[in-house]
């Protein structure tokens, strides 16, 4: 799935260029637009009582993007363990189609106590609807 955000003013920094910080702002944005696209919204998996707080980020700056730049963002998922997820982005110029960052989050879910959720039990169909998208995808494993 890709999103495109595009690069507002106040995100750039004294050089003009992006601030670092926001690519994981964006990352998060297409994160939750992949969930919306899988027909998962998050605030559907929070309503049926579970939580998927972020437990890592990471993003390898390639080259620098500029005020108006239009960024596509590529989400796929690329780890699934019924509790813990994983999922990459690469982040490139709609234009150029010039690599701007990559990236990866890692996720779990929680139950509202707190506990591990093992969603293949607790949500099943989110479970179903996860693996036929990493399969299509060729991720899952």
């Known amino acids: 799935?890709?999103?495109?955000?595009?690069?507002?003013?106040?995100?750039?920094?004294?050089?003009?260029?992006?601030h670092h910080s926001n690519y994981i702002r964006w990352m998060e944005e297409a994160r939750v637009a992949y969930m919306d696209d899988l027909g998962?919204?998050?605030?559907?998996?929070?309503?049926?009582?579970?939580?998927s707080p972020v437990l890592s980020v990471s993003c390898e700056?390639?080259?620098?993007?500029?005020?108006?730049?239009?960024v596509c963002i590529d989400v796929k998922m690329t780890a699934f363990h019924g509790v813990k997820y994983e999922l990459s982005y690469v982040l490139?110029?709609?234009?150029?189609?010039?690599?701007?960052?990559?990236?990866?989050?890692?996720?779990c879910y929680l139950r509202k106590d707190g506990?591990?959720?093992?969603?293949?039990?607790?949500?099943?169909?989110?479970?179903?609807?996860?693996?036929?998208?990493?399969e299509k995808e060729g991720t899952w494993k």
């Open 40 to 51: 998962f919204p998050y605030k559907r998996v929070e309503e049926a009582g579970i939580m």
């Open 1 to 18: 799935m890709a999103y495109v955000h595009q690069a507002q003013y106040y995100e750039t920094d004294q050089m003009g260029i992006i």
């Open 92 to 107: 490139t110029d709609e234009k150029t189609g010039e690599v701007r960052a990559t990236g990866t989050s890692g996720h």
């Open 115 to 134: 506990r591990p959720a093992n969603i293949k039990k607790e949500l099943p169909e989110l479970y179903q609807t996860i693996r036929g998208t990493m």
């Open 61 to 70: 700056y390639k080259s620098m993007t500029y005020f108006g730049d239009r």
